[in-house]
Nanobody, 115 residues
Framework: QVQLVESGGDLVQAGGSLRLSCAAS????????MGWYRQAIGKQRELVAR???????YYTDAVKGRFDISRDNAKNTVYLQMNSLKPEDTAVYYC?????????WGQGTQVTVSS
């Protein structure tokens, strides 16, 4: 069973930075495609950033140039460095692992950006 535990969410002022971490267990981490999603109140969950097992990276347009996804296979951990945060980045951020056709989800961590 794959388990994902996110951490690092907090309340921060606009323009500030946060780093989210997601520790994975129960699978061969290096083979997983890993992603960060977010869901704001009243909105659908959306993909923020993704890094494949081969290191190919995708960002949604809204975070390009501000967010940086990375992974440390030795620590079974994926990170999301978030800079120049905006109030519209406020959401619950979820880590996801894709193994084959199955997505596994963490419990989420709240990021709140005040104006």
């Amino acid at each position: 069973q794959v388990q994902l535990v996110e951490s690092g969410g907090d309340l921060v002022q606009a323009g500030g930075s946060l780093r989210l971490s997601c520790a994975a267990s129960g699978s061969i981490f290096s083979l997983n495609h890993m992603g960060w999603y977010r869901q704001a109140i009243g909105k659908q969950r959306e993909l923020v950033a993704r890094i494949t097992s081969g290191g190919v990276i995708y960002y949604t347009d809204a975070v390009k140039g501000r967010f940086d996804i990375s992974r440390d296979n030795a620590k079974n951990t994926v990170y999301l460095q978030m800079n120049s945060l905006k109030p519209e980045d406020t959401a619950v951020y979820y880590c996801a692992a894709t193994i084959g056709a199955i997505n596994y989800w963490g419990q989420g961590t709240q990021v709140t950006v005040s104006s």
